[in-house]
């Protein structure tokens, strides 16, 4: 089950209160990537090697989620952000660009927002946003927001069927199946079935009332520093430029052809040659 990618380390970082596991590798300016549900920081093992021929990597498993720890609170989104900065800052790196897919974009914009002396770039990637005019109305067609914000039912469900339910859940938001290894499924499955991932992952969305609260502060301050938004042209590609303007005023980005929601996943090139584009142009 124990992921490992060849030419990165893994090593537990104390911060926050709680431990986070953080994978690093590579050399020069520093960015931080930030995993969905129900991945953990794999998501990105065909992104990384890519990335490290120029820049310091590091990939973090969010709070709840693979060997991070799994505490009984601070699923908020802040919370999460302040993990994240708090792991940048242990491993020496005071200024840094983050990208965050799914879930972990959710984090990533707290980070940007809170933290704007230490990030320089911001990267989001196939999500809709706390905090967006398109909120309510977008996460009532998601059935899975309803189920994952009920308290206790998902634990019990998905007990014993992490397999099934990550898998099943993942194909429903591919564009092309051919793209993606059954064996990730694997990894990613076996990681929820640890003790109390299932519900640290569930505790992500719990917060998210909060997090859209919260949000809505940050849009008072709108961000400065280039913003690039990418999503699968089959998911919130369209979207995912005039959502992220409504919080930031240097916004790039759009669709990635012929994919859907698991955009590092589908097209690790395109999403390598996307953020190397980004930083590197400013």
Known sequence: MI???KGFAQQLVPVNGIKINAV????GPSILLLHGWPETWWEWHHVMPQLAAHFSVVAIDLRGAGFSDCPLGGYDKATMARDAHEVMAALGHQRYAVCGHDI?????LPLAAVY?????HLAV???PLPGWSGWEATIATLWHFGF???RDLPERLIHGREYDYVSSFMAERFYDHSSFDPADVEIYAKAMALP?????????????AADHAAALEYKKQPLEIPVLALGGDHRFGP????????FASNVTGGSIARCSHYVADERPDAVAAALIEFIGAH
């Open 148 to 150: 994952h914000m009920s």
């Open 24 to 27: 690093t590798g590579g050399s």
């Open 3 to 5: 992921a490992t990618l």
């Open 196 to 208: 109390g991932r299932t519900r640290g992952g569930m505790e992500w969305y719990r917060t998210l």
């Open 239 to 246: 979207h995912m430029v005039p959502m992220v303007e409504e």
């Open 125 to 127: 990637l196939d999500v």
């Open 116 to 120: 704007r002396e230490a990030v320089t």
């Open 104 to 108: 972990g974009g959710m984090v990533a």
